[in-house]
């Protein structure tokens, strides 16, 4: 039982930031029909520019600075941690704004032409990350004076930034999506904008401004995953590719440009990729290994009935 | 992107002439040449053609590819004696034989639950594919060995490579030829043109009773066949795989060289192919270094660029601009080339 309440908040957890960087991929998708094939690289860059802020900034050299895992004995401050998190987040935002302004913005409407142009920005990211930060992977270090972890009823205990930071940010953040696209007028252009880009356009309304403000929004929230993730896991190079397959698996299952479709193919995702590696041991037989297939009969289960996705639309 | 698809004839003089420069190329190159330029030209051309069949004719851009060469290579690497792997130890012909089945068998499943998406979706769902195919490999190590499958035992008719690698180049050189003709000839089939016609229409196509969905899947399990085979000539190369070698670096890697070379003309895979190969081999000796930015470690920044460039500038890659170029040095003495084929999928 405490094994399996575990496994469920693993799940939990990793559906959350599942989420949160699928969330902005599946809205970029559904408002202008971009595949953003950089979104993984926007992802880990945006954690290495928060651990870079907070290398910089907040760790007080008193080691000797030769630690591998890039984490010393310092103390943080819960501003050593949000500050990385709000430059970094906005940072990458921008990036993706130019990156969309600079490449992606004469290309409008030639979804192939984009993605291919993404994929050729990924490679050079990834290269350049790998570069700059160096193959040995590193963790933005959460504030020292939060609990490393937390008891829950039952005698289960639980990492306190996985359990409660992580997967309260997710909610907060699943919840402010929603109000921006069903309360503000910037999501009612969205939402009209899914429907029908030319109409929008025809009414007047600056759709590249739109365009703008859903990249940066879009970016933003690869980068925010990047410092969860960051802190949460570790950033290496790898994880690039690793987001950008949860991302698109994500939004294949929920359906590309659906919000709530992407919350539940986070949730099946993270769900399925915790249980499959504990819970696939049949007596003696131990198939823990083969855990991806159970991710690819998901993929697959779903697109054997609906091509588009739970929530998916017809282009 | 839309430049037109050939549906020209085989230009015979021009396929006899390249494949004779291949032929005679090692009386006058050296042995690294013919190894990791040429031989690698070709087989890597031949993943990229299925790539660019699919999406020439089918309008199916497939990541899907190096995925299915993957497991083309990894039941090749597992059947046959080799150090790592399931060691299976049996005949490599029928090891070859029963590679090339299972992956055709394993790209008619992908292509059919591929085969009802379009455009960016299919692009998508086969790139998640690939990469699955990759995690899985890297995950069950009885099937990949720790750190790979080393020591393949090789059929016979390649030789040993170290020595002479002249035999395996050959053969890959008739299998590269014969890949060409085959998927030339293919393309102008009833089935080849039905391809075209579902790429083009495919409302219309189902509504003269074509099971576009089937013909999609069908055309897919072919692109299965000849990747499979690249697959194969990829462990007769490296006499080794490893999960690290079908990776989505790899994926990437065939797509950029069928991009390079344009990704609407069969020839273009071979040309992308070789223009990679150079690079990636030449490139360490005349790049500049520039800090941290650019250099001989740096390859990934330049091929990445290269793509980039090709990718903003010609839509049609290599080929492509071969073409404008002739058409601008022709067109004022001869009439306009009849009007090709519009692509109206975007």
Request: hydrophobic content about 55%; glycine content about 12%.
């Amino acid at each position: 039982m405490q094994q399996f309440v575990t496994v469920t908040l693993n799940g939990l957890t990793l559906a959350a930031l599942y989420f949160v960087v699928a969330s902005g991929f599946t809205l970029i998708f559904g408002l202008m029909r971009v595949v953003n094939m950089a979104h993984g690289s926007l992802y880990l860059l945006g954690g290495y520019i928060a651990l870079e802020i907070q290398t910089r900034w907040f760790t007080s050299d008193s080691g000797l600075g030769l630690s591998l895992s890039g984490a010393s004995d310092s103390e943080y401050s819960v501003w050593a941690w949000l500050v990385p998190l709000i430059l970094a987040t906005l940072i990458i935002g921008v990036i993706g704004v130019v990156l969309q302004q600079v490449f992606l913005r004469w290309n409008q409407g030639q979804d192939l032409r984009q993605a291919l142009i993404t994929i050729a920005l990924s490679v050079i990211l990834a290269d350049q990350m790998l570069a700059y930060w160096g193959g040995i992977s590193k963790d933005i270090a959460a504030p020292s004076a939060w609990p490393t972890s937390i008891t829950l009823p039952g005698e289960v205990r639980f990492g306190f930034f996985r359990g409660v930071v992580v997967l309260s940010a997710a909610i907060l953040i699943g919840l402010a999506l929603y109000l921006i696209i069903k309360r503000t007028r910037f999501g009612k252009i969205v939402r009209a904008g899914v429907d029908d880009r030319d109409m929008v356009s025809a009414l007047g309304i600056n759709v590249n401004r739109v365009f703008i403000g859903m990249f940066f929004l879009g970016a933003l929230l690869a980068g925010i995953g990047g410092v969860l993730g960051g802190t949460m896991i570790s950033l290496a190079p790898g994880q690039d590719t690793a987001f950008l397959l949860n991302s698109l698996i994500v939004v294949i299952i929920g359906g590309m440009g659906s919000l709530g479709g992407a919350a539940i193919g986070a949730l099946a995702l993270g769900l399925v990729d915790a249980y499959a590696d504990v819970y696939l041991v049949f007596g003696d037989l131990d198939l823990t290994n083969y855990s991806i297939i159970v991710t690819f009969a998901l993929l697959v289960g779903v697109l054997a009935f609906r091509p588009l996705g739970l929530y998916g639309r017809p282009a | 992107m839309n430049p037109a698809v050939s549906t020209k004839r085989i230009a015979w003089p021009a396929l006899a002439v390249a494949v004779g420069l291949f032929a005679v190329a090692p009386l006058f190159v050296s042995d690294f040449f013919v190894s990791a330029i040429l031989t690698k030209t070709l087989w890597l051309g031949i993943a990229a053609a299925s790539l660019i069949f699919l999406a020439a004719y089918g309008g199916m851009v497939s990541l899907a590819q190096v995925g299915i060469y993957g497991i083309a290579g990894m039941a090749y690497a597992n059947l046959v004696l080799a150090d790592g792997g399931a060691g299976t130890a049996i005949n490599p012909y029928l090891a070859l034989v029963l590679a090339l089945l299972i992956a055709t068998l394993v790209g008619l499943g992908f292509g059919w639950i591929a085969a009802r998406s379009e455009g960016i979706y299919f692009l998508m769902i086969t790139l998640a594919f690939s990469v699955l195919v990759y995690y899985f490999f890297s995950q069950v190590t009885g099937l990949s060995g720790f750190g790979g499958i080393n020591s393949v035992d090789l059929p016979g008719i390649v030789g040993s490579p170290e020595q002479d690698p002249l035999p395996r180049y050959l053969l890959t050189l008739v299998v590269a030829t014969l890949v060409f003709l085959g998927l030339g000839a293919l393309s102008r089939t009833a089935f080849g043109l039905g391809m075209q016609g579902v790429r083009d229409e495919p409302a219309r196509m189902r509504a003269l009773g074509f099971d576009v969905t089937l013909h999609r899947t069908l055309a897919f399990g072919i692109a299965a066949f000849v990747a499979g085979i690249a697959g194969v000539l990829s462990v007769f190369y490296n006499t080794r795989i490893t999960p690290g070698s079908i990776n989505l670096a790899q994926t990437i890697d065939v797509l950029i060289v069928a991009v390079i070379g344009g990704l609407y003309r069969l020839e273009g895979a071979w040309l992308g192919a070789l223009t990679y190969a150079l690079i990636d081999n030449y490139s360490r000796e005349w790049v500049p270094e520039v800090g941290n930015v650019l250099g001989p470690a740096r390859f990934n920044t330049l091929i990445g660029v290269l793509f980039l460039v090709i990718v903003l500038a010609s839509p049609g890659g290599l080929i492509g601009i071969w073409d404008s170029l002739r058409a601008k040095v022709r067109t004022p003495r001869r009439t306009p080339a009849p009007t090709p084929v519009p692509q109206t999928t975007e």
